[in-house]
């Protein structure tokens, strides 16, 4: 049944490249085949829950300018209005996947009691709608980072009974995301860093957090879910410093506390940028390091320096990203989440629509474009010609610790031969790109 919120709609039809149609796609077919893989299956969209029907437009000189009727979803009915809405528009962009956190789809009290009931409550009207409309659940997690007791951290808080709260929470959404067969379940530390190193404890910070991810783990093994859990990695914003720097250090910080098997990442392009990575860089490394999970797609202002989530509109620097997951052999449980909002002059209820049906295309254009890269494979296989003197049997031995750096020295020494440097082609590389993207 329609609620209204967007007149009129139907399920967004894929009409091709010649619509001008606002409410169609013009790349995004979900059957088209690409790699011998449905584009759905191979993208899994998902609708974040947060910025599109919580987020009330606000900055930091202005309030609310969206005005939803739902807001301010302060009691079970207005959440339940919220849902409605929430997956009447998931059915018409057709993605399968959404997500969400605890504070974004319940009414939010003081009482963890209170909190706990209404999220199982919330869970059952959303078993009703995931079975009617068949959309499923990409990841759950918890908002550790708005209430004030949270101001000093969740599991990095110096007060012990803050950390419990924040246990408490994530056990109550891992179990909510659990029951709703969530295939994934994320944390991101937003609070997790510091505002100031004059009252900061790094060490007993870092012990807690190990803790606390480690908690996290066993209690999924505990329980039964099967998805992954992952780690969201964000340099700063809000915190000065977040611990969670980037994919590199994260896992460092997961080595550290027996975690590297255990845990993977959520990498999201703002995140990546505010990082001074590119949004590739971040994922090829998570890949290099056997701890890629998930992606939150979005586009960082490159000028602000803060955190824009706008949707994705560069095929370009898309299609690398996906070229990178497509060589990871594509997404296992994770997909992508657009972790994007509007701009807050963006008032009207299809405003919501017309951006992500954009992002859609974006990521459909993106993908196939990085398919193309690959069954062509120039680049691929000029990266393996780059390296291919590695299978030579002496370097073979250098590299798996048969040779000593006298023995490397004594053999130069020797030979005295001068090795010859070989052109990089970069701008070469780049006109191969251009031929597809
Ligand atoms: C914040 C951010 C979060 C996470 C989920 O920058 O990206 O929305 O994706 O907590
Ligand atoms: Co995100």
């Given at each position: 049944?329609?609620?209204?919120?967007?007149?009129?709609?139907?399920?967004?039809?894929?009409?091709?490249?010649?619509?001008?149609?606002?409410?169609?796609?013009?790349?995004?077919?979900?059957?088209?085949?690409?790699?011998?893989?449905?584009?759905?299956?191979?993208?899994?969209?998902?609708?974040?829950?947060?910025?599109?029907?919580?987020?009330?437009?606000?900055?930091?000189?202005?309030?609310?300018?969206?005005?939803?009727?739902?807001?301010?979803?302060?009691?079970?009915?207005?959440?339940?209005?919220?849902?409605?809405?929430?997956?009447?528009?998931?059915?018409?962009?057709?993605?399968?996947?959404?997500?969400?956190?605890?504070?974004?789809?319940?009414?939010?009290?003081?009482?963890?009691?209170?909190?706990?009931?209404?999220?199982?409550?919330?869970?059952?009207?959303?078993?009703?709608?995931?079975?009617?409309?068949?959309?499923?659940?990409?990841?759950?997690?918890?908002?550790?980072?708005?209430?004030?007791?949270?101001?000093?951290?969740?599991?990095?808080?110096?007060?012990?009974?803050?950390?419990?709260?924040?246990?408490?929470?994530?056990?109550?959404?891992?179990?909510?995301?659990?029951?709703?067969?969530?295939?994934?379940?994320?944390?991101?530390?937003?609070?997790?860093?510091?505002?100031?190193?004059?009252?900061?404890?790094?060490?007993?910070?870092?012990?807690?957090?190990?803790?606390?991810?480690?908690?996290?783990?066993?209690?999924?093994?505990?329980?039964?879910?099967?998805?992954?859990?992952m780690v969201e990695p964000k340099p700063q914003e809000p915190s000065k410093h977040q611990y969670d720097y980037d994919v590199a250090t994260v896992y460092g910080f997961l080595k550290r506390h027996g975690l590297e098997d255990e845990v993977t990442v959520n990498i999201e392009q703002g995140h990546a940028i505010l990082a001074g990575h590119t949004f590739e860089h971040e994922i090829a490394m998570a890949t290099a390091l056997g701890i890629f999970g998930s992606i939150d797609m979005n586009r960082n202002d490159y000028q602000s320096g803060w955190d824009t989530d706008q949707f994705p509109n560069s095929v370009p620097e898309v299609a690398l990203a996906y070229y990178h997951i497509l060589q990871d052999g594509g997404f296992k449980s994770g997909g992508t989440n657009f972790d994007a909002k509007l701009r807050r002059q963006s008032i009207e209820p299809d405003d919501l629509l017309i951006a992500h049906i954009g992002g859609m295309d974006v990521c459909a254009r993106a993908l196939k474009a990085a398919a193309a890269m690959i069954e062509d494979g120039t680049l691929p296989q000029f990266v393996a010609d780059r390296y291919a003197g590695w299978n030579d049997p002496e370097a073979v031995a250098m590299l798996n610790g048969e040779r000593s750096l006298e023995e490397i020295a004594a053999k130069v020494m020797a030979t005295d031969a001068q090795p010859k440097p070989v052109s990089g082609r970069q701008e070469y590389l780049e006109n191969v790109v251009n031929r597809f993207v």
């Open positions: 049944m329609s609620t209204g919120f967007f007149g009129d709609i139907g399920k967004i039809p894929f009409e091709g490249p010649d619509s001008s149609n606002p409410l169609a796609f013009r790349h995004y077919d979900p059957d088209e085949m690409v790699m011998g893989k449905r584009l759905e299956d191979h993208l899994r969209f998902a609708v974040c829950y947060w910025h599109n029907f919580v987020w009330p437009g606000t900055d930091p000189f202005g309030g609310e300018t969206f005005q939803r009727p739902w807001f301010p979803a302060d009691t079970m009915d207005l959440a339940r209005q919220k849902a409605d809405v929430a997956f009447e528009m998931f059915a018409a962009l057709g993605v399968p996947y959404f997500c969400f956190h605890d504070f974004d789809v319940r009414p939010d009290q003081d009482s963890y009691a209170d909190n706990h009931r209404d999220l199982m409550a919330i869970c059952d009207y959303f078993e009703g709608k995931m079975s009617e409309t068949g959309v499923k659940l990409l990841w759950g997690t918890a908002n550790l980072t708005g209430n004030r007791r949270f101001a000093a951290g969740a599991a990095t808080n110096p007060d012990p009974e803050i950390f419990a709260y924040a246990a408490a929470l994530v056990k109550s959404c891992l179990e909510a995301t659990h029951r709703l067969d969530g295939e994934n379940y994320v944390l991101w530390g937003g609070r997790e860093g510091y505002e100031t190193l004059l009252n900061t404890n790094l060490a007993q910070e870092d012990a807690q957090m190990g803790r606390f991810l480690n908690m996290v783990v066993e209690h999924k093994h505990k329980i039964g879910f099967k998805g992954q859990i």
